[in-house]
């Protein structure tokens, strides 16, 4: 199973819990976000985190195809 299948079924178990306890999908969606970046720094660093952040940001503004294009 590849990192992004176990990455998007975490996620459809918090919505599904998070429904469960009266939040909707987007409250749990920015929970997950704000959980994962605060993992993510604590375990890769400060610069590394704002350099991924930045990269997937990209892909909001239209710069980068992350969706074709995958480096990690």
Do not use: F, H
């Not at 969606?29 to 990209?58: P, Q």
């Amino acid at each position: 199973m590849s990192k992004y299948a176990i990455a998007n079924e975490a996620i459809e178990s918090a919505v599904t819990q998070g429904t469960g306890a009266g939040w909707d999908k987007s409250e749990m969606l920015l929970a997950m976000i704000v959980s994962a970046v605060n993992e993510y720094r604590g375990c890769a660093g400060k610069v590394a985190a704002r350099e991924a952040l930045v990269y997937e940001l990209g892909e909001l503004s239209g710069n980068i195809d992350t969706q074709l294009i995958r480096s990690r």
